[in-house]
């Protein structure tokens, strides 16, 4: 059975700093992996989707890895705004597509 | 703006009633999935739908029904709500293995009391 890890569980930056967030599973057979952000209260937002056959997505600030092998991918946040606060959860999908989410980094920007 | 829509956004029951959540997507997507989310225990798979017709058991499947009678509908129901299915309650909607991912709506809020 596929699992996923988040690390770490929390994190508390001040305003600017580079971050990485990051996501293992333990089955590597995967077809992709996505990162989503969700807000207090609200629902997943999708930030990125890494096919398998990536190594990496950018959109904006954010850029993420995929290692299929070492069984790991990186959510990297540039110049980190309080805008970014909130938790960021992976997720990856079984053999019947099913996704198996990491317990997320809740994240903390302050100005 | 395409996506997925849930209705109710909150909703109130007693404990005995019964009330059905309703999914909506316009991305034409086959698979569709209802996910509660629990502090602490993170998102579970309730149930889902693999296209117009078919559903299947999650993780947590008991005390709820589902049916998917057309293809961008996806109905959760409580037949007699309990404290314990107090959450939040997910829908999401993909294809599959498709390049688009998943896509969640924005949930809605169930207190059982």
């Known amino acids: 059975k596929q699992e996923v890890t988040q690390i770490p569980a929390a994190l508390s930056v001040p305003e600017g700093e580079n971050l990485v967030l990051n996501c293992s599973f333990t089955?590597?057979?995967?077809?992709?992996l996505q990162w989503f952000r969700q807000d207090p209260g609200k629902g997943l937002t999708s930030l990125l989707l890494?096919?398998?056959?990536?190594r990496e997505q950018t959109s904006g600030r954010l850029n993420a890895s995929l290692d299929k092998s070492s069984g790991r991918s990186t959510l990297y946040i540039a110049a980190s705004q309080p805008g970014d606060s909130a938790t960021y959860l992976c997720?990856?999908?079984?053999?019947?597509?099913?996704?198996?989410f990491g317990g997320g980094t809740r994240l903390m920007v302050k100005p | 703006n395409a996506g997925v829509t849930q209705t109710p956004k909150f909703r109130v029951l007693k404990t005995g009633q019964s009330m059905t959540l309703l999914c909506a997507q316009d991305?034409?997507?086959?698979?569709m999935y209802w996910y509660r989310q629990d502090p602490g225990m993170g998102l579970r798979l309730i149930h889902y739908s693999v296209g117009e017709g078919t559903t299947a058991k999650g993780e947590v499947p008991d005390g709820y029904n589902v049916s998917r009678l057309k293809k961008q509908n996806f109905l959760l129901g409580l037949e007699s709500a309990a404290p314990s299915q107090t959450s939040v309650y997910f829908c999401?909607?993909?294809?599959?293995?498709?390049?688009?991912?998943?896509?969640f709506g924005s949930g809605t809020r169930l207190t059982v009391v």
């Open positions: 999401a909607s993909s294809e599959h293995y498709g390049a688009d991912g998943y896509t």
């Open positions: 997720a990856v999908p079984d053999a019947g597509n099913m996704l198996t």
């Open positions: 890494i096919q398998s056959s990536q």
């Open positions: 089955d590597s057979a995967i077809y992709n």
């Open positions: 991305m034409n997507h086959e698979y």
